[in-house]
């Protein structure tokens, strides 16, 4: 698929500049880009070529001018005609499968930390997902029909992805390969809060607590499973580690709910536990909107639930 066409439909639905392109297709799942910005600005010099895009130029006061992209009428024609043309067929191409073709090559543990790295990226990138399609990110609401098209396009996204980690757990049960958490005396007490059209995990306590980024994958493992965004934890359920500067733990931690879009607050009802440098920190994330902490759950579920 050209990108061409790509940004020949996302134009059809509004006027953008190259870097609003850019951002749009980048954080999308199924559009096409190399990863390199001049493959946008070389697709839109085409395209102005062929007459299927113009450009404007807005001056403004305090910033440098942008250029605004818009389609044509004939731009439009040309679009419906590749949404028209015979459609190509999904592709298979993975690196990860080269890789597990010649996996048989490693020992147990090497394999399982190959799969194990694997489904952490999909983690990743379900959480990711699911973080767009609540924040209504680049999707064209026209009409009722191309709403519910781009809904069923995210949909299926999501799907491929469950369906992956779905595959992954097969092949371990099919080479008796343990999950690493299988077998490992680690248990998680948290409930599911509904609250303002969010769900919100509550995590009580766990055994033993959460004490680096890698036991965090757990938690964020129950988020994607009940397709919430906002957790909370009780200081319970963190090592002591957690609360001392000096070990990094908490920023571990926290950078892993970061990469996975959750927003995050710590419930900490014991005050003596924050003190020194670790209450600077504290102090200053709570300015911001990702992570905050509070001294009781209420407060808590109040912020995460909120906008």
Same mark, same amino acid.
């Given at each position: ?65 942008? =250029? ?145 980024? =890698? ?21 319970? %359920? ?5 609360? =001392?500067?000096?070990?990094?733990? %908490? ?57």
């Amino acid at each position: 698929m050209s990108i061409n066409y790509a940004i020949l439909g996302m134009l059809s639905a509004r006027s953008l500049t190259g870097y609003d392109l850019k951002k749009i297709i980048q954080d999308s799942p199924f559009m096409p880009w190399s990863g390199n910005n001049n493959q946008i600005y070389k697709a839109l010099v085409e395209l102005l070529e062929e007459g299927w895009v113009t450009n404007e130029v807005h001056h403004q006061d305090s910033a440098p001018s942008k =250029k605004i992209y818009t389609i044509t009428d004939a731009g439009r024609e040309e679009l419906k005609a590749w949404v028209l043309s015979p459609p190509e067929l999904p592709e298979f191409k993975n690196t990860f499968l080269v890789r597990l073709a010649w996996a048989d090559s490693l020992d147990p543990k090497e394999l399982n930390s190959l799969l194990t790295g694997y489904e952490q990226e999909i983690y990743l990138q379900i959480a990711a997902e699911e973080e767009k399609l609540r924040r209504g990110e680049f999707s064209p609401r026209r009409t009722t029909r191309e709403t519910y098209l781009w809904e069923q396009i995210h949909g299926r996204v999501l799907e491929q992805y469950r369906s992956e980690l779905d595959w992954i757990r097969q092949l371990r049960e099919d080479l008796g390969i343990r999950h690493p958490k299988e077998g490992e005396n680690h248990t998680m007490n948290y409930q599911l809060v509904e609250k303002n059209n969010q769900t919100i995990v509550v995590v009580s306590s766990t055994e033993p607590p959460i004490a680096t980024g =890698k036991d965090a994958i757990g938690l964020i493992e129950v988020c994607v499973e009940h397709n919430a965004g906002r957790i909370a934890v009780h200081a319970e %359920a963190l090592s002591e580690d957690f609360f =001392k500067l000096r070990t990094g733990v %908490a920023g571990e931690i926290l950078q892993k709910f970061v990469n996975f879009s959750l927003r995050a607050a710590i419930i900490v009802a014991d005050g003596s536990l924050i003190k020194g440098r670790m209450k600077e920190l504290l102090a200053e994330s709570n300015r911001g909107n990702l992570f905050r902490v509070f001294a009781s759950q209420a407060e808590a579920e109040e912020w995460l639930a909120g906008e």
